[in-house]
């Protein structure tokens, strides 16, 4: 099965507390622990370390690190912090599982809060666990969540169906130009390098609503867009927006997060990453990450925004890895984590680069891209040993199907008509032929037996542990270890 991970969720709803949600593999509560907010004591720390990273002015790891301690140590307290410290050890150390960090900020409320660069975060020297960043081990998956969104379901692919990447770039002449051909040199090279599984459409630019409706009916899985953004409109107002181009002079028009997310009813990409131009000001980035919180609780499951104008080279860095990675059909947060890290080894954590991209996700475990009728590289290539005398494997493949289980177990349920055993013979759902009296058997009482009703929709894996007989309606089966 795929690796599988425990979750530690910070909740933000004012700044006086923190509430935080831990759960372990199976998505049983660990607790929920609730500690003092400490941003406005550590407002006048954090204030002036801010100054470098927004000015581009950071050019060592010593201040990247006493930022993201400074940000860490705001959320947690000493208590908290062992609390996180002794779950991480269990996860990662003892359970060698991932560890998901979900940032849930109402932005609503504290827009100044939801502002900060938490992707900075690094737990401080004095825990004794070396260099930590939240956002770039390997061990963690941070990324940032609401409860409220609605979670997206996967999208499924069919078998040999190529990733589509559709890239877009605007650049009107009445502002700065925008640097975009190494991005575009760098998506080209990796369509290539990955033939089989990535496709990058045809580029669009300039990108004018028009040519993005057009673009859209091709149905991109990834909208990846370069270009300007500003914090204020016309009328003075703070208010977050992207330039697009007017289809006759080229000159820039300027659309608010409504108006960008209308314009993917065409069609809804599963990511959509936004890039600041590497020539654009503080503003864009901060236009495109406010934007993209937005866009994403209205129809795109997955936004990446950098918050901060990126230089080409970085840029490319963490598209050519994410992109590579999603490919392969890891979780999109992973897959962003990697390449967060990507850009900090590249640049030994001495600049803000690493810090950048922030993912804004409403997929409940990542798995945004699925594939029907096959194996996904990344799970293959992260099977865990299973004990066959203890565990079957079945993947369920039938609509509406309902399956009785109990024990211990690992879920998820898809759509289809056949229950497959990886360890013993496959097994046809009622939906297809009965077994034949000859291969079943009765379920013996010291066996473990598995009762639960699952509604399955979309292809899944069920992995059911410690147990070694199953029923599906009114049969029971038996596994092969167990005869």
């Known amino acids: 099965m795929a690796k599988t991970y425990y979750t530690f969720r910070i909740k933000l709803a004012n700044d006086q507390l923190v509430r935080v949600e831990k759960w372990d ?3 049983q509560s660990k607790g929920e622990p609730s500690r003092p907010f400490r941003y406005q004591e550590k407002l006048e720390q954090i204030t002036p370390l801010l100054q470098p990273a927004l000015t581009n002015k950071l050019n060592n790891s010593q201040q990247a690190r006493q930022l993201g301690e400074a940000l860490f140590e705001a959320i947690f307290d000493e208590v908290l912090r062992i609390e996180f410290i002794n779950f991480y050890q269990e996860a990662v150390r003892d359970k060698k599982q991932l560890l998901r960090i979900e940032l849930d900020i109402d932005e609503q409320t504290m827009p100044e809060v939801a502002a900060l660069p938490w992707e900075f975060m690094c737990l401080p020297e004095y825990a004794n666990l070396g260099d930590r960043w939240l956002a770039t081990d390997p061990n963690l998956i941070f990324s940032r969540r609401r409860a409220l969104w609605h979670p997206a379901p996967p999208i499924q692919l069919e078998p040999g169906e190529k990733l589509r990447i559709a890239l877009t770039i605007a650049s009107p002449k009445d502002l700065d130009t925008v640097k975009y051909e190494e991005v575009q040199e760098t998506l080209v090279s990796l369509a290539e390098e990955q033939a089989e599984s990535i496709e990058l459409l045809p580029i669009v630019n300039p990108a004018t609503p028009s040519a993005i409706d057009k673009l859209l009916e091709q149905k991109p899985h990834i909208f990846h867009f370069i270009g300007h953004g500003r914090m204020e409109n016309e009328a003075g107002e703070e208010v977050g927006q992207i330039a697009l181009m007017k289809k006759v002079f080229n000159k820039a028009l ?61 840029a490319s860095q963490f598209a050519y890895e994410f992109y590579e990675r999603l490919a392969k059909g890891e979780p999109v947060d992973l897959a962003a984590q990697n390449g967060r890290r990507t850009i900090g080894l590249e ?31 990344f799970r293959k290539a992260n099977d865990q040993p299973t004990d066959k005398k203890n565990t079957q494997n079945i993947k369920i493949i039938d609509q509406h199907q309902e399956v009785n289980q109990q024990g211990k177990y690992n879920i998820n349920a898809g759509a289809g008509s056949t229950v497959h055993q990886h360890y013993g013979v496959p097994v046809e759902s009622q939906a297809d032929k009965r077994l034949s009296k000859s291969n079943r058997k009765p379920v013996t009482q010291d066996s473990t037996q598995i009762i639960q009703n699952v509604k399955q929709q979309g292809e899944k894996n069920v992995t059911f542990e410690q147990a070694s007989n199953f029923r599906i309606g009114d049969d029971y089966y038996e596994s092969e270890e167990s005869r």
């Open 347 to 377: 640049t030994q954590y001495r600049k803000r680069d690493f810090a950048t991209p922030v993912v804004f996700m409403r997929v409940t475990d990542g798995y945004l891209f699925e594939r029907q009728g096959e194996e996904v590289e």
């Open 254 to 314: 300027w659309i608010d997060a409504g108006f960008f997310s209308e314009l993917f009813n065409r069609w809804s990409p599963g990511v959509v990453l936004l890039q600041a131009c590497e020539s654009g000001m503080l503003s864009a980035s901060q236009a495109f990450t406010g934007t993209a919180s937005k866009i994403v609780q209205m129809n795109i499951p997955v936004v990446v925004a950098m918050q901060y104008e990126v230089s080409n080279m970085t």
């Open 25 to 27: 593999e199976q998505h």
